[in-house]
Structure formats: C-alpha cells, structure tokens
C-alpha cells in the first residue's frame, strides 16, 4: 500500500457553495479515497477550507511532527495552496476604495513559504506534488464577495481595472516556477477547467469561485488517473 496526504484550501476538500438553502458550503460527496485505496493508495484528505500558505505551513508542522519517527521514503504528498492568498479583503476596499489594497499573502512571501514547505516534505522522504489553481468567473466572484458590501463602492477601487481574470496570475506562475525549483510532479487543475470544456463557469457554483460537482468530479477524476 501507499501513502498519499493532501494538503490545501476548500478546493481539495471538495467543497461546494449554494447561494439557496440553510447550508451555503458543503462537501460534494468525493469518491477519491476509495477509488485510490481500490488500487493501492491510502490517501488521507488533511486540507482544510480557508487555509492559506501560512495556515499551510502550521498544518505541515504538525504533520512533520508527528511523523518524525517516519523512515524516508514514506509517501506522497499533493499541495494546494494559492486561492486564498491571491484574494483580496473585500471589506477593507469597500470601507476606502481609494487606498491601495494588496493580496492577503504578498507574493514574495507566499513562495518563500511554499518552497520551505516543499523543502521540509522531501527532506523528510516525502514525494511531492503541487496543483495549480483553479480560475474564478470573475463577474460571479464580484457579485458575490460584494453581496453585502456595496459593489458600485468596491468598483471605485483602481485595482479593478485590470480585472479579475488575473487575480490568480502570480501565484499560479510562482507554484509552477515551485514545482520546477523543487523537482515536483505539477497536477495542472487550472487546465482542467480553461481546456475543452465549453466554459469554465459551467464548472462553478454560484460564488465564481467554488467548482460545483461537475468541476470536482473533472478534478477526482484527474487526481484518480495522477496517483493510480
């Protein structure tokens, strides 16, 4: 048997948002654990939603810690890292659209912070594996991180006018760069959903952001055929 564990944000757990309902987020009902255990690998589920690269990096010292005893060798890790730090503070732009506002993780610190992670994993006889991000409908994304914030507010904020599209761009560019600096298998989810399908937001649920159970199915399906 193997070892698989995975580490990221809500969108390796698998979490779905509905804007109807009492219970706007939930998981999909992922079969990945049990598709992979029928061929071999254990995998264990370990990300966690909301989780940025910092949070990542607390989650993964515990982990080392407790696999200290470990000998090398021991597995496989998959990262998936970047969504929540490439956003912005929705509330604080809305508050003073005129300041300059930046990413929750400013870029040169989520890539030092990522390659140290990369760095402790292998050191300890991990394999790893990082995944891109997945893109964001930008006009849906807008419409909901604005819902109770005032859009025509946060629309007067200069740092729209490159738009949303690109919000990902950097940190999507650093996990690539990561992943060649540190000789790490890259699983391109961001592929997935901007290549042959006939439009991304057909994979996301109403908040833009979020894949629905159509683009997590994509994304089990690929991690299926990656680790079997």
């Not at 890259?186 to 991304?200: E, P, S, W, Y």
Request: charged content about 25%; some cysteine; proline content about 3%.
């Amino acid at each position: 048997m193997k070892d698989l564990y995975i580490f990221g944000d809500s969108i390796l757990k698998g979490v779905v948002f509905s804007s109807k309902g009492p219970k706007r987020y939930s998981l999909y009902g992922s079969t990945l654990c049990e598709r992979l255990l029928a061929k071999g690998v254990v995998a264990r589920n370990l990300a966690r939603m909301g989780s940025t690269i910092t949070d990542g990096a607390k989650t993964i010292d515990s982990f080392l810690t407790s696999h200290a005893g470990v000998k090398k060798s021991s597995g496989k890790v998959l990262l998936g890292f970047g969504g929540n730090d490439s956003m912005y503070r929705w509330r604080e732009i809305a508050e003073a659209p005129e300041l300059e506002h930046r990413q929750v993780t400013d870029i040169d610190t989520f890539y030092r912070t990522y390659s140290s992670i990369a760095e402790r994993l292998k050191a300890a006889g991990f394999e790893v594996a990082l995944s891109t991000i997945v893109p964001i409908d930008p006009d849906r994304y807008l419409s909901h991180v604005s819902r109770d914030l005032g859009i025509e507010r946060i629309k007067k904020w200069p740092g729209l006018v490159s738009g949303l599209e690109s919000m990902h761009d950097a940190y999507n560019e650093a996990i690539v760069a990561l992943a060649e600096r540190h000789s790490a298998e890259l699983i391109d989810l961001r592929g997935l959903f901007t290549a042959n399908c006939k439009g991304q937001e057909d994979l996301l649920c109403a908040d833009g952001i979020h894949p629905n159970r159509t683009g997590h199915l994509r994304i089990e399906d690929a991690l299926a055929d990656h680790y079997s």
